[in-house]
C-alpha cells in the first residue's frame, strides 16, 4: 500500500492477505479493508485494518459471511457492509462492525439485493447508490434501472426506504421529479 505524501508515492507495509474487489473505510486513523476476493477467486471474510500513525497491519474479527464487491460507509462510529457478491448470486445483507468491541451485528437487509453500488453518508443516514443484482450469473434487473437507483438507510429506522425520487437524474444537479 502506498500514501501520497507531497506529490511522491511511500511504500507502506503490505496487506496481511492478498485480495481483490474488497472494500475500505477510514475510521479513528486506521484504514479497515473487508472482504474481496483471493487468488483462488473464492469470496473471503477477512478483515484488517491498517494503523496509519504506526504503518501496521492488524487481523479483526472476520464478516459474517464471505463477500466481494459490496458497498461501505462509516456512521456513528460503526462500519456498515451493505451487500455484495457471494459467487453466485448478490446479496441484501446489511452488517454493521464496531470497532471498539471487535464485532459485527446484523442489520436490516437492502430491499433488493446488490453488488457494485456506492454509499455515502449525510444528514445521519446512508445513502446507496446504483449497483447491480445478480441472480447464477444472470443480471436479473434492467441494467440501466439497477444503476439509477437510491436507496436510504438510516440506523435508528425499522426499514430501508426507496428514496422518494428513486432514479437519479439523467444529468448533474437536477433530480428526477415525482410525478
Not at 464496531?98 to 453488488?115: C, F, G, H, M, Q
Amino acid at each position: 500500500m502506498a500514501c501520497l505524501s507531497a506529490d511522491e508515492w511511500v511504500k507502506k507495509a503490505d496487506m496481511l492477505n492478498q485480495r481483490v474487489a474488497f472494500g475500505a473505510v477510514e475510521l479513528d486513523g486506521n484504514i479497515y479493508c473487508i472482504g474481496g476476493q483471493n487468488k483462488a477467486v473464492a469470496r473471503i471474510s477477512l478483515m484488517e485494518a491498517f494503523d496509519l500513525i504506526n504503518n501496521k497491519w492488524e487481523q479483526k474479527t472476520d464478516t459474517i459471511t464471505p463477500r466481494a464487491i459490496s458497498a461501505f460507509a462509516d456512521l456513528n462510529r460503526k462500519i456498515y457492509a451493505f451487500g455484495g457478491w457471494d459467487g453466485n448470486k448478490s446479496t441484501s445483507d446489511v452488517y454493521a462492525y464496531d470497532p471498539i468491541n471487535d464485532s459485527w451485528e446484523k442489520k436490516r437487509d437492502l430491499l433488493v439485493a446488490r453488488d457494485t453500488g456506492s454509499v455515502c453518508f449525510y444528514g445521519g443516514k446512508i445513502y446507496y447508490i446504483g449497483g447491480t443484482h445478480w441472480w447464477d450469473g444472470l443480471l436479473i434487473a434492467n441494467m440501466r434501472d439497477s444503476l439509477g437507483v437510491v436507496y436510504e438507510y438510516a440506523p435508528d429506522d425499522i426499514n430501508f426506504s426507496v428514496f422518494p425520487q428513486d432514479k437519479l437524474s439523467s444529468t448533474w444537479g437536477n433530480i428526477k421529479s415525482v410525478k
